[in-house]
Structures are given as C-alpha cells and as structure tokens.
C-alpha cells in the first residue's frame, strides 16, 4: 500500500519539474528536486524492506493474467509521463488463467517494469504475454541502457545494481528469482548495451483447464492483440 501509494507522489512531482520548471526560481526548483531525491529514495527503501518482510509460502490461486499486467502497467503510468518513452501491452488472445500466488506473480512483473522505466529514457517499453508450450511467458522489453554480457550472470544476486547511477536497492531481482522458483516458475533475460533489455517469467499451466479457465481476449486463438497503454491517459500538460 505504502509502494503505490508513494508513485503517484513521485509522478507529479517529476511532471511539475519537467514541464513547469520555468516558472519557478532557482530555490523552488532546488528545493523541488531535494523533495523529487528523497522521494525516490524513500521508495526504494520501501519497496526494500517489504520484500524482505515477503517470506510466506506461495498461495496458488486462478489468475487471469491481463489484469494483473494492467495493474502493474497502472503503477508507472505517471513515472513513463515524464520521459519520453511509449508503453505498449501485447496480449495473446485466448490465454488460459493460471494457478499461481497473484502476489508474488505481481512482484515479478512490477520488478521487471521499475527496471525497464529506470533504464530507459527513450523509445519503448512492451509488457507481452504469449502461451509457450505449457506455460505462460510474460515479457517486459525495453530500448533502454542494457546490460553488459560479463554482468548477466551476476543480476540476480542480492546488492547487485543494474545500472547503480540509476539508483535501486540491488535487492529486486535477487527477489524476483526467489519468487519465480517458489511458484515454480522460470526466469530469463536477453540484454544488449545500448539496444535493452528483455526480462521474461514463464509459469506452468499444470492443473489449468483451457476450456473452463480461459479468458475473453480476442477471437482467434492465435491472434495478438497490441495497444499503446498510454494512449488513453490524459497528456503531462493537463496534468501540470
């Protein structure tokens, strides 16, 4: 609560900065920016301890997966305001839910999000969810910084940074590995400098039914359906 709770904290503030900047003197905007850092620090110190704190057994209940993705996609719409960056959702149409802990999937993906909003100032960030075999693979695709070959292998343990001149806690990852084996799913990452990076959480569908567990997205089964997730939200000018 007190995570998404502080993010549209920080989007406004960041919008104010961006696009009012001019009209305030130089010690509203320092003064401004101190508020923006201490912000940003206090959440990541947050979203630090309440993952530390997440140490239950996973509960597995029947998830379809689109809005669980939207919720996620809710909590950086302000954040992706004041960059120049496009979010774009890609959805198989057809997908069958999953039995999976809600919870620890949101994390994961929320994670992968952060990361990719941090690292890119430009371009495009795309959150895709396909069927894969038995399993539901969720992607999050940036044109971000990227990540350095010799440094993949490293990510995912704890106090490691993706990108330290960014900021992060260095714990994120090492939590979204810990969760994905916990509900018995796999993580993968293909990075590239300068092109980005794309983190992906594949989930069984053992014990899932497609006739009785699949959900209303489209209408062929092998269609996709891509929309700018931004495209319905109102501009950073009317915002400000």
Known sequence: MLFR??????GYMGLVLRHAAETLDERQRTNLKNALACAN????????????????????????????????????ELKLKTKDVVSLKEIQAHLPAVRVDPFM????????????????????????????????AISVQDTGCGI????????????????????????????????????GGEITVTSEVGIGSTFTVSIPLDGTSDSDESSDLGTDENSERSEEH???????????
Do not use: Y
Request: glycine fraction near 6%; include cysteine.
């Open 5 to 10: 709770s502080l993010n549209p904290i920080v």
């Open 41 to 76: 620090e206090l959440e990541r110190v947050i979203a630090a301890i309440s993952r530390f704190l997440e140490r239950r057994p996973p509960s597995p209940e029947t998830v379809h997966v689109e809005p669980l993705i939207d919720e996620c996609l809710d909590i950086f």
């Open 105 to 136: 999937l949101k994390r994961i993906v929320a994670n992968f999000l952060s990361n990719a909003v941090k690292c890119t100032d430009h371009g495009q960030i795309v959150t895709a969810v396909r069927r894969c075999g038995e399993s539901i």
């Open 148 to 183: 350095p070959q010799d440094a993949l292998k490293k990510i995912f343990d704890k106090g490691v940074q993706l990108s330290p001149e960014r900021g992060g806690s260095g714990l994120g990852l090492a939590i979204c590995s810990d969760f994905a084996e916990r509900i």
């Open 230 to 240: 931004t495209s319905e939200l109102q501009s950073p000018d009317h915002l400000v």
